[in-house]
């Protein structure tokens, strides 16, 4: 697993952010290097991915959203991803996910997890014809980290767009 | 080029159309005056506004209304406009504004119901000048009217009545049926998307039954089928044909037409699947007690349709439970909104699962949407050619025949496309 390589540093460091923050960071890049499944397994097996559709959206349940994905439901995306006739992607965009402003929201030593609270900004771009499309995102990410073994898993990541409740062209990979 | 120079009738013909209807942004505003300008369009479902005073902002054609309902109850549809110095008096999407709608740039005061109700500092105006409540107030959309909450308005004073189809008014008793209460409501917020591209691509799509095995092939996994689209069932729908296969399995639910542009098609493939499970089971027992056995067996085992089209700019799917309204901004940008409906009475868990499900297929990051709006945007590409002037549309004339007010063919026919542009055609020649 990727993350063991990051060797965390001891439960009662979790405010220590160095190796918090260096596990947020590869999440990200993963995503950046489309390396989607290593991505996934980063997720506990009943872990989520929530992008609401408008700030202040509490429940993803009674309430549409961008993205809500448990590992089933990540797994049908991913799958579709790799797919050689999935159109939306022929050219895949390219995307830079800048990641800062770490804060540890809460932390629970006796779990052990913590929320971390982050600031993102996403730069894509995909090639077409007659022109290419580029685009920003940004917001607020949310991890509830949990420790697994000697690994970091995500028992939840949420990304809040600046503009949740927004109106996009299509969205193609998670934020 | 000016309205008149435009032979709208010309550019539609029994089994094709011109591509300029897609691209010359002249026959865009000619659609604005004479289809968004006369026709009834799909406004919003009464339950979105169910308290005295509750809006919603929205549009017709490029024109922004507010969607409202007064402190009798009752529903209107008014000109978002301030009738002093033309302010757009409401900024959110939706809301409650008590008793009053009130302009932010001087402080005109309406009624719900949009007669002016106070001027601030009224000696400016001269004794003769008399600010008469309905003259001065927020304007009534022309005609509005219902069926079942569903509410359509014109922006035309006069023209046809509000009739739709009888096979149209099934859809939407269907959908209702299906409610333990035989109730719906417009609820659990808005998938809302964009596209570059032509309004009329999108209204197209939502009828093309020839397309998903190709443009959502990607969905499909090794065994043809794709992924599960509703809770309880025990598998996706096949959608990608075997290559021995003669004729699509997309054909055999038929495509339906009626006049004014409206139609439907039948139920997916596979949507005959046997549905189980605990939620299912709570389901079904809450039909039960507002139906006779017989019957539930019929709404469970039967649907109607997959996806209705309200001709210009709405269409309801049954499997997924939705509304999605479509919008014209340019000739070549549109916009989308996708509404849950939720069956009153049916298991909250339902709800739960429905609106999971409508992410995976109706988001803007959803499985399926990404890949219309991509065809979406290579029509408008593609159709910047000059040449060839003509898109066809001529898949399934032959199996064309009678059925109730209208027609009918093979479900992966293009009698849809067909028939909302004899509709297109009435409207842009000013039959309609």
Redesign the interface.
């Known amino acids: 697993m990727a993350s063991s390589a990051l060797n965390p540093a001891p439960l009662s460091a979790f405010d220590h952010l160095g190796p918090i923050e260096a596990f947020i960071l590869h999440e990200a890049h993963l995503l950046d290097e489309r390396r989607f499944t290593e991505w996934s397994e980063l997720f506990t097996e009943d872990g989520y991915y929530w992008a609401p559709a408008r700030a202040g959206q509490t429940s993803p349940l009674d309430e549409v959203s961008l993205f809500y994905d448990n590992r089933t439901a990540m797994a049908t995306r991913l799958r579709r991803l790799g797919h050689p006739s999935i159109h939306s992607q022929i050219p895949p965009p390219t995307s830079v996910r800048l990641v800062s402003n770490l804060v540890i929201e809460t932390h629970d030593h006796e779990m052990p997890a913590c929320t971390v609270r982050s600031k993102f900004m996403m730069f894509e771009y995909r090639a077409g014809v007659p022109d290419g499309e580029q685009r920003i995102f940004g917001g607020t990410y949310r991890h509830r980290l949990v420790v697994v073994g000697s690994d970091y898993r995500i028992a939840w990541k949420q990304a809040v767009l600046a503009n949740a409740d927004g109106r996009f062209g299509a969205l193609f990979t998670y934020f | 080029m000016s309205a008149d120079a435009i032979d709208a009738a010309a550019l539609v013909k029994s089994d094709r159309v011109h591509r300029r209807v897609y691209q010359d942004p002249a026959i865009f505003e000619l659609e604005i005056e004479r289809i968004f300008g006369r026709a009834w369009v799909y406004v919003g479902h009464v339950s979105q506004i169910p308290r005295d005073g509750d809006f919603v902002t929205t549009f017709i054609g490029r024109e922004p209304v507010l969607f409202c309902r007064d402190s009798d109850g009752e529903v209107h549809v008014l000109r978002n406009r301030c009738p002093h110095r033309g302010a757009a008096v409401c900024n959110l999407?939706a809301g409650n504004t008590g008793r009053w709608f009130r302009c932010p740039y001087h402080g005109w005061t309406f009624q719900t119901d949009g007669r002016l109700h106070a001027v601030p500092v009224r000696n400016g105006y001269s004794p003769d000048f008399p600010l008469d409540p309905v003259e001065y107030g927020l304007a009534h959309v022309p005609r509005v009217a219902q069926y079942e909450g569903f509410t359509f308005a014109s922006l035309a004073h006069d023209g046809a009545p509000f009739d739709l189809p009888p096979e149209m008014r099934a859809c939407i008793d269907s959908m209702i049926e299906r409610a333990p209460d035989k109730a719906i409501e417009v609820?659990?917020?808005?998938?809302?998307?964009?596209?570059?591209g032509n309004w009329k691509a999108q209204i197209e799509n939502a009828l093309d039954h020839y397309h998903p095995p190709f443009?959502h092939?990607?969905?499909a996994?090794d065994d043809g089928r794709q992924?599960v689209r509703r809770a309880g069932e025990p598998a996706g729908s096949p959608i990608v044909d075997r290559k021995a296969r003669s004729r699509s399995r997309w054909d055999d639910a038929e495509a339906f037409a009626f006049s004014g542009g409206h139609g439907y098609e039948g139920p997916m493939p596979g949507a005959e699947a046997a549905r189980g499970g605990e939620v299912f089971e709570l389901y079904k027992a809450a039909l039960l007690r507002s139906n006779p056995p017989a019957r539930v067996e019929e709404i469970l085992e039967n649907e109607l349709f997959h996806n209705a089209v309200f001709y210009p700019n709405m269409n309801l799917q049954l499997r997924a439970l939705y509304v999605r309204v479509v919008r014209p901004v340019t000739v070549d940008f549109s916009?989308v909104n996708v509404y849950?409906i939720r069956l009153k009475g049916a298991p909250?868990e339902m709800?739960?699962s429905q609106?999971?499900f409508?992410?995976?297929t109706h988001?803007?990051?959803s499985?399926i949407?990404?890949?219309d709006?991509?065809?979406f945007r290579r029509i408008e590409?593609g159709l910047r050619n000059e040449a060839p002037e003509w898109v066809l549309l001529a898949r399934g004339l032959d199996s064309e025949h009678v059925h109730g007010s209208g027609l009918s063919c093979d479900g992966t026919g293009e009698l849809a496309m067909r028939n909302q542009f004899k509709a297109w055609a009435r409207y842009m020649v000013g039959e309609a």
């Open positions: 999407p609820s659990g917020g808005v998938h809302k998307y964009q596209f570059r443009t092939e990607s969905t996994a992924f916009e849950p909250e709800f739960h609106i999971r409508l992410n995976l988001a803007a990051a499985l949407q990404t890949d709006v991509e065809m590409v």
